[in-house]
């Protein structure tokens, strides 16, 4: 009962303390209660405000992001571009080839009789090849000459031949090689002839002798090239064989072969000439080839009807051994070439025309480069507006004073046996390389 008392005592002294308050109490609680609310309400507009403006920011270095991984696409997209291109051009590059040959030559040469005297210099020839492998199989092969340094305005003979004062820009070689498999081979194009020791390899450091030997430079003649198809089987047992179909020499009324070659310029093409070549080097240090070159009609005669001449066969045979002696090494080199020719109605002295040579030689080492001594007998009979013939004698040296670099110099006797007072005799100096 007195619990009960209590508490209702209490209950009455709160209601009555609640009562108490006035009005104004309230409402000064009620305005603090809003400021209390406006003030967490400003907090929250600024702490929004800042999540609005990080959010932004955000917003910015993601599409700053994306802009930057945009360039760097379009960068890595040109790197890779640049790459393939840098990729294509080193691939170029490894499968092209440059290289070339020159020679330098001093002649001090005298006639008997007093007749003639020559001393002449003359930057005989300058020679770049360039060359491309498209695949393992396929590949080009160019070779550019200038001849006595410049080409001047007046073409002393016609365009009838390389052997002017004024010089010459020839493309000797241009043609495509393609391999079938590792023994069987064809190429098209402008290329030399397979014929003779020299008209293929007739690069300064490859030979004895200041001047090309007369023999192969008239009879065959070197260096000889036309423009056609060709093909290579080369044998196990040491054995090749060279076939060709080229374009044919236009020989004029003067017989003169040499001056049968038109160089693949704008040339009569009415009868080609077919050529076949047999080589063996089973032996090392042994090379014996044989070649055949056959034309119907020598002087093209559809075009020059007035030049009577018939068909021409050209018969070459060669040997060149090298072997060790003590500290050297000897070398000897025999070729035979011989053009029977058809001729109608002119001088029966131009139907047969042919040369032979001997030439021994000695190759040393030593401390300052190899240096070489050969000689040569050389036998000539050809035609030119009348008919030649010598008996050449020559003897000298060469200093290799780099693989690929020589000096040379030779003494020769050119003996005129239809001729008296017209022997000739000198001696010559030069200079070669090739790279």
Known sequence: MKKLSFTIALLLGASTSAQALTVDELAAQFEAYKKQQNAKFEQLSSENSSLKQQNQTLKQKIESTQEQVANNTTAVEVVSENIDVVGKTAEWFNNTSIGGYGELHYQNRSTEGGNSHKEEIDFHRFVLFFAHDFSDNLRFFSELEIEHSFLSDTDTDGGASSDTSDGAVELEQAYLEYDFNQNASAKAGLF???????????EPDTFYGVERNEVEKSIIPTTWWEAGVGGTYRFDNGISVDAAVMSGLEVGDNYEIRGGRRKVSKQTANDPIIVGRVKYTGVPGLELATTVLHQTDLAQSDKNPAVDLGSATLYETHAIYSRAIGPGTFTGKALYSRWDINVNNGDQAAE?????????????????????????????DYYKGADKNYNIWEAGANWWIHNNVVLKANYIYKEDTLNSNKDERGFDLGLGYQF
């Open 192 to 202: 030399l002839m397979p014929v003779g020791i020299m008209n293929e390899t007739h």
């Open 352 to 380: 047969d025309q042919y040369g032979w040579y001997l030439e021994p030689s000695y190759r040393l080492p030593t401390s300052i480069g190899d240096i070489g001594v050969y000689g040569r007998y050389q036998k000539l």
